[in-house]
């Protein structure tokens, strides 16, 4: 379970900086994800106890659609990289 800015300081942090989400595109996209059930939310009291906030978990159809995605990725970059990895000049 995390809430929204803490998964934008996550992923701003593990890829240092290439991808810079901000909180206003993240709702939109959790909120889509929310409706069709591949994340779940409730609000709870924050670590230091200053407000409520709502926080995301992955459902089980969730986890099953990351991993479909996951291996639609991975074969698209695969293909990508074998054409721009040719080793030889067009």
Excluded: C
């Excluded at 993240?26 to 926080?55: M, V």
């Excluded at 990725?73 to 074998?82: I, M, P």
């Amino acid at each position: 379970p995390m809430y929204g800015y803490e998964m934008v300081k996550l992923v701003n942090a593990r890829t240092g900086g290439k991808l810079e989400w901000r909180e206003g595109t993240l709702y939109p996209a959790l909120h889509k994800l929310e409706f069709e059930k591949i994340i779940s939310s409730r609000w709870r009291e924050s670590h230091d106890g200053t407000r409520p906030r709502k926080y995301y978990t992955i459902t089980r159809r969730g986890r099953k659609e990351l991993r479909r995605r996951a291996n639609e990725w991975h074969e698209f970059s695969t293909a990508v990289s074998s054409v721009l990895n040719t080793g030889g000049a067009a």
